[in-house]
């Protein structure tokens, strides 16, 4: 190995394992406005110097750091923390020095109380140090600590942070058609916004294609007055930068906008990539789109569904460039319009790098934006979309129904906190499963509770406050009759939503309900009786479930010292309004069909 190529020598101090960081700092870790980024590092050198450490940091866009100090902790660990007080990418990095003054004297005390009687030298060198004629021992004893000398830095790490909305928020999913367009829509934000919900999510509100219309029930065809899949995007009237007139004019989606933010209240658009054979681009960029050996163009499939109303573009075009810029144009102008939440469709059927691009060019001029990734597929891509910008994700939940299921399911989720924001919809206009089908209301009010207090950001798609459960045949998860083929009419009025609104209410009172690393599993004696525990501060959560949808089960609830909680303690009941006293140990509870138990804590 040759000599460094510097005059100066190698620093001595060696910074190691720095946390956090993704993948040797590739990726950025997540983080929201407000948080505390928790910072740590093994930082030694070799002989007995005494060292010191900081973390220097910075908001994008910043020229000046700012610093924070790291502590010693034992083992030459370091530990120390910044606030992240805005959105965009921050970066850090960790300075570590020798503080000459400090192990001149420590050697200086160490010596003294030694019996050592000539510390003539070594007073000389303190003087020199602390730039004096001379110093004595007590003077030495007593010189501040601070000097920084033979410096080291470790390389430079980014967090990526995010509006709290992005890792707490509760969805609601409708489409606008059923609801009388935009202003219906906006007529019910006064109740949404009663029940708690923070983001209201509309699928596609593009022209719809007529080529390959499907009809009810995704039939091939259409009939007269059959309104066609939203997903189908683009007509005569425009593509994806356009409004179908159905829904109303952009004056009236911009008011529908702007009255969703009075009440605190984000309106979520759906971005698909994706045209019907009618869209505009099919005529002005035909090579961005994939085409047979015959020249046919190639329509949509995922075996064994097929969408013949439907092409995507081809991101292997030789004028991908043009197409790249496009999609961003796209995006920018909805942000112009007031959106700042984007839910993508399938994005994990996209190339990466466009992703990690197009987020990054958002965010950088609207770091307010938040994307969630509808990408149900392997954990290595779920995940990878997650680290490259993607600020919450859906997941696998609606799949996960008992007991080991979900312990699995909570555990993959906690491994992959440091990058990935769980968004557990309850359903989708997609996504029917069997526990609802043939569970009934019990069955909602379960999946409700998991939903709402596992995960700090979950949805429901309309229809799901009124036990919608009929699927089109046997065997499927498609509902009959679905929105996404025909317009319904619909209303605030299912049965659900008093335990919405208390679940909404609860999760804003409660901040432990609002963190997904700290859940704790509970023993309860029965695989049908799901128990976990959150807790945030002095705030302390125990929810109990029963996830049998046909049975009433008993038994414990076992409440372990390490929760922290006294020996006797008052719980508040948010489901069933009561009042309990619970003890650290075993407490009997008895559920009926599909309830459970949200206990509040009480100091």
Excluded at 294 to 308: H, V
Excluded at 546 to 565: F, I
Aim: aromatic share 10%.
């Amino acid at each position: 190995m040759p000599l460094p190529k510097t005059n100066e020598p190698p620093a001595r101090i060696q910074i190691q394992r720095v946390t956090p960081q993704l993948d040797g700092g590739k990726y950025a870790v997540k983080r929201t406005v407000g948080d505390s980024v928790e910072v740590g590092a093994r930082i030694f050198r070799d002989g007995h110097e005494i060292l010191g450490a900081a973390v220097r940091f910075k908001p994008a866009g910043a020229t000046r750091w700012r610093e924070a100090p790291l502590e010693a902790i034992g083992n030459d660990e370091w530990r120390g923390s910044f606030a992240v007080d805005t959105c965009g990418k921050w970066c850090f990095r960790i300075e570590a020095w020798v503080d000459r003054v400090a192990s001149w004297r420590e050697e200086l005390r160490r010596k003294r109380d030694a019996g050592q009687d000539d510390l003539t030298s070594e007073l000389a060198e303190g003087a020199l140090l602390l730039g004096r004629d001379s110093v004595t021992i007590e003077e030495g004893l007593a010189a501040p600590a601070g000097d920084r000398s033979g410096k080291a830095w470790s390389p430079t790490y980014e967090v990526d942070v995010d509006r709290v909305l992005a890792r707490f928020g509760s969805w609601y999913e409708l489409f606008p058609r059923s609801w009388g367009g935009f202003e219906g829509v906006r007529a019910q934000l006064p109740a949404l916004s009663e029940l708690g919900f923070d983001v209201v999510y509309l699928p596609p509100i593009h022209p719809i294609g007529s080529t390959n219309r499907k009809g009810k029930n995704n039939t091939l065809r259409a009939g007269k007055n059959d309104p066609g899949s939203p997903w189908a995007i683009g007509s005569e009237l425009g593509g994806h930068d356009a409004i179908n007139p159905e829904l109303g004019t952009l004056a009236e989606f911009e008011r529908l906008v702007a009255d969703a933010k009075e009440l605190g209240i984000e309106i979520a658009l759906d971005f698909a990539i994706q045209c019907s054979p009618d869209h505009p681009w099919l005529k002005e960029h035909p090579d961005w789109f994939h085409r047979r050996p015959d020249g046919t163009l190639k329509y949509a499939e995922n075996p064994p569904k097929k969408y013949q109303d439907i092409y995507n573009v081809n991101f292997d075009s030789p004028d991908w460039k043009n197409l790249w810029q496009a999609l961003l144009d796209v995006v920018l102008l909805w942000v112009s319009r007031g959106i700042t939440v984007f839910r993508v469709d399938n994005p994990h059927t996209k190339p990466v790098p466009f992703w990690e691009w197009l987020i990054g060019e958002v965010r950088r001029e609207h770091p307010e934006v938040i994307f969630l990734a509808e990408a149900f597929t392997r954990p290595a891509m779920m995940t990878t979309l997650a680290k490259v910008g993607f600020g919450q994700s859906y997941t696998y939940f609606t799949w996960k129904n008992t007991r080991w299921e979900l312990l699995e399911f909570v555990g993959q989720l906690l491994d992959w906190a440091p990058c990935y924001r769980p968004n557990c919809f309850v359903n989708t206009p997609d996504i029917l499963h069997e526990y609802l089908q043939r569970g009934g209301r019990p069955a909602f009010e379960a999946r409700l509770v998991l939903a709402s207090t596992l995960s700090p950001t979950y949805g429901i798609y309309s229809g799901f406050e009124s036990f919608e459960n009929v699927p089109v045949q046997e065997g499927s998860e498609e509902y009959m009759n679905s929105e996404k083929y025909e317009a319904k009419q619909r209303a605030l009025n299912g049965a659900l939503l008093p335990l919405v609104r208390r679940l909404n209410d609860a999760r804003r009172e409660n901040e432990a309900l609002q963190q997904l690393e700290n859940v704790h599993f509970l023993e309860t004696e029965n695989d049908n009786l799901f128990g976990y525990f959150k807790r945030t501060g002095d705030n302390a959560v125990i929810c109990v479930v029963n996830l049998d949808p046909m049975r009433t089960h008993e038994g414990v609830c076992v409440l372990p010292a390490s929760t922290g909680l006294a020996p006797t303690y008052h719980v508040q009941d948010v489901v069933g309004e009561s009042e309990w006293t619970w003890h650290l140990g075993r407490n009997y509870l008895r559920l009926q069909p599909g309830q459970s138990h949200v206990l509040v804590v009480r100091r």
